[in-house]
């Protein structure tokens, strides 16, 4: 949720890219970092405690209860002293704090990725991020029941556009409850979810381990309440399948901490059923862990420079393929499909594999994030995001701000039946052609050449595309 934008982009990265696990409190040193772990955050952590250490100020009072930490801070001290004294109503300092964060970032900080998160969306974003959370275990969407072609219409929950279960998770309490896909989902503990973003509704339909939540579900015009107990949910950010006898299609959702794994299984799988060719779709795609697009680019790039990071003072950390991949054979064709949906961890990962030769892409450019974050939870619960470094491709090009181009422009037309992807079609259509071009070539052309000339007559007239947001609960 490195970095997600159009992240219901996804926002990509409304959602920033960390670059590795956020520490808690107890957990932090002082001690410097090195470049890759970048440095101590020590204007977050004097936001979160220096500035408002002291008490109330007596009505007309003037001794000020605000320690600033250098003179340009005396207006902000002078500001809280004068609303603490004067102020009509009572303003608790922790409603104070809230305010003053998340100004700090959006006004002070000219940089999109770096910001504050409340506690609760700090602990959201860091269950998505793990690759677990505790909920029910049920895939949800907005869905538009005039006209399902018009995702954009439904920027919140309305009684056309209704929270739809997508599917219930295997092995989920949902699924155990009896949740069924295509069920809609009215109220949460008895609340309305109209008007809520399915963010929200996700949000309070997560909650602790242990406890109960109670969904209520119109099925075909049958309306009853289910209680479900949460659970610890794993999410699942891959899924594959075969098609055509011989392609495997393996796509990413996103960049957690679980995310290598089983993205390494399911690509085992598919080539142990005969894969010769691979459509590997990071449409969507907000990105996550910066590991994590390090190893799985590594699948398929055997050597080499995969992308360089790099951070104030002129400290670079080059990441190499790791050497263990599965499918770095050449002779494994692969298409990779991407859109303006696809960022950050994802952009690494399609631009790595586009200039190492081991892959053409299909689709539309990506979003263009070239920065990296690293994320640190405060005294109050909430998180910071700050932006360390930024990125680079195999060839030290910046993905900021027109994105990784495709190599072969394909897009969803307006109103498109759901049930079809003009985009995997044109994937499919490339790699049946590098085949045949491969399989009538008598003067010995090696793949990368082949699937140069593919690339040069293959296209699509590109027209604007719908992509519905999915969230796990």
């Not at 104030?312 to 499909?337: F, H, K, N, S, Y």
Request: net charge negative; glycine share 10%; charged share 20%.
């Amino acid at each position: 949720m490195d970095e997600p934008t159009p992240s219901g982009l996804p926002e990509p990265d409304s959602q920033p890219v960390p670059t590795e696990a956020p520490e808690s409190p107890a957990a932090r040193s002082t001690a410097a970092r090195s470049v890759r772990y970048a440095a101590v955050f020590a204007l977050a952590a004097l936001l979160g405690t220096t500035l408002f250490i002291g008490g109330y100020l007596a009505a007309g009072g003037t001794s000020s209860s605000c320690a600033a930490p250098s003179e340009a801070f005396a207006a902000f001290c002078e500001a809280y002293d004068e609303l603490k004294a004067q102020y009509v109503d009572d303003l608790p300092d922790d409603q104070l704090v809230e305010g003053a964060l998340e100004g700090m970032f959006q006004y002070g900080v000219p940089d999109p990725h770096s910001g504050y998160m409340s506690a609760e969306e700090f602990q959201n974003s860091l269950g998505d991020l793990s690759g677990t959370f505790s909920g029910v275990g049920a895939e949800l969407a907005i869905e538009n029941t005039e006209n399902p072609d018009d995702l954009a219409a439904c920027t919140a929950i309305s009684e056309t556009c209704v929270l739809t279960v997508i599917a219930p998770l295997n092995g989920s309490p949902a699924e155990a409850a009896g949740i069924q896909s295509g069920d809609v989902v009215t109220a949460v503990d008895g609340e309305s979810v109209i008007g809520l973003t399915v963010q929200d509704a996700v949000t309070k339909v997560r909650g602790p381990k242990g406890t109960d939540v109670t969904l209520t579900i119109d099925r075909d015009g049958e309306v009853f309440d289910l209680t479900i107990t949460r659970d610890d949910i794993v999410i699942v950010e891959v899924e594959s399948e075969m098609l055509d006898g011989h392609v495997g299609y393996i796509a990413l959702h996103g960049f957690s901490a679980n995310a290598s794994e089983q993205f390494d299984e399911q690509l085992a799988d598919l080539l142990d059923q005969g894969a010769d060719q691979i459509v590997f779709d990071l449409r969507d795609n907000p990105g996550g862990y910066i590991t994590a697009a390090q190893e799985i680019a590594s699948e398929f790039v055997d050597e080499g420079l995969l992308f360089s990071q790099e951070s104030a003072g002129d400290e670079v950390v080059e990441w190499e393929a790791t050497g263990d991949g599965r499918a770095t054979d050449p002779a494994i064709d692969v298409a990779v499909l991407i859109n303006g949906g696809s960022a950050s961890a994802s952009e690494i990962v399609a631009a790595a594999l586009e200039e190492t030769d081991r892959a053409t892409l299909v689709g539309e450019p990506t979003y263009g994030k070239n920065t990296v974050q690293i994320w640190d939870e405060l005294s109050n619960g909430g998180g910071v995001r700050i932006t360390i470094s930024r990125w680079f491709t195999p060839e030290h090009n910046s993905v900021a701000p027109d994105g990784v181009q495709p190599d072969i422009t394909a897009t969803v037309p307006e109103g498109t039946p759901a049930d079809q992807d003009p985009v995997l079609d044109q994937a499919l259509a490339y790699l049946a052609s590098v085949a045949d071009a491969a399989a009538s070539s008598t003067d010995g052309a090696d793949a990368g050449a082949v699937a140069r000339v593919g690339t040069d007559v293959i296209g699509w007239v590109p027209t604007t595309g719908l992509w519905a947001a999915r969230f796990a609960c």
